[in-house]
């Protein structure tokens, strides 16, 4: 079992209130791709960039449709695994904890966290693209794109590269980061802002800033503590320090 410094044990034993901010590297042990992992089969020949963003869709709506319709079979297939379970658990145990996710697939909500702030959306739900209305959960089995009231195609109600993120969860997730004591940036290439500024957010407030990770990220360096490894063997191994 990957072994955990001494001090991340205490500052875990003594945690007032623990920020976990979550990339797609969580749900990569779920069999779920990450957003940076090469496209394989009919996807192969588009960027992920491409697709996720409102040019994307504007241009071809069908191919974008139905990618995310593809992404989404495989998020009700997959299971969450012993990282979601594990930051779950710790909700349990722990005074306060925040979960800020940029993940869209709901697989913490699955493994029994009670509220993520889910920065970049969530690939259940619809929303209209020309007057953002919601469009309540994905239907099952639909290849046409259903079209709002206004006329205008629905479309995921995720957020797309150049759109806004919800103002207030990024609010709340800012908030969070500002007055936590303890922050775990988990599976996150740290790339993609606004959503990466988090950690160092909460550095600068004095929080102490762990990252965990098989590979390095513009982070690592300025992170207290940098963690080599898989999410769901390292947190399996955090929490077997707090029983
Ligand atoms: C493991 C593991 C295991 C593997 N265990 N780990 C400031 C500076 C520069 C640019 C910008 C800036 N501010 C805004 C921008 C532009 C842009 C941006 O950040 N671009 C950068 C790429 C340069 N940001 C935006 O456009 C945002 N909007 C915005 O800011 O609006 C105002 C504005 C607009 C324009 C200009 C200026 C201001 C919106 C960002 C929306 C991101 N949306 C996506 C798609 C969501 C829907 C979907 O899923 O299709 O969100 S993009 C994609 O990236 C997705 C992810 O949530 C997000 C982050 O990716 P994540 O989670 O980090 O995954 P990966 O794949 O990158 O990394 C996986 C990691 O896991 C790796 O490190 C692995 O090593 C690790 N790993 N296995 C643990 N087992
Ligand atoms: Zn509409």
Not at 185 to 201: C, D, R
Request: aromatic fraction near 6%; proline fraction near 7%.
């Amino acid at each position: 079992m990957t072994p955990i410094p001494d001090d991340l044990i205490r500052h875990l034993q003594q945690v007032r209130h623990l920020v976990i901010f979550t990339g797609a590297g969580v749900s990569a042990e779920s069999g779920i791709p990450t957003f940076r992992d090469a496209q394989t089969g009919l996807w192969a020949k588009y960027r992920p960039e491409q697709l996720a963003s409102p040019e994307g869709f504007h241009a071809d709506p069908q191919t974008v449709w139905d990618w995310y319709a593809w992404r989404r079979e495989k998020c009700l297939a997959a299971e969450p695994n012993a990282a979601h379970l594990a930051i779950a658990e710790l909700e349990r145990r722990l005074p306060r904890v925040t979960l800020i996710t940029q993940n869209v697939d709901g697989l913490h909500q699955r493994a029994g966290s009670s509220a993520p702030l889910e920065l970049h959306g969530n690939i259940h739900h619809l929303k209209c693209f020309a007057c953002r209305r919601d469009g309540g959960d994905w239907p099952d089995d639909v290849r046409t794109i259903p079209r709002c009231r206004c006329g205008g195609r629905m479309r995921p109600a995720v957020v797309w590269f150049g759109e806004s993120l919800p103002e207030t969860v990024l609010g709340a997730a800012a908030e969070a980061s500002q007055h936590t004591d303890l922050f775990l940036s988990i599976g996150t290439s740290s790339l993609v802002y606004p959503a990466a500024e988090l950690p160092f957010l909460a550095k600068r407030h004095g929080a102490f800033v762990v990252e965990i990770n098989p590979q390095p990220t513009p982070l690592s360096a300025r992170a207290d503590l940098c963690l080599q490894g898989a999410a769901g063997e390292v947190m399996a191994a955090l929490l077997a320090t707090n029983t």
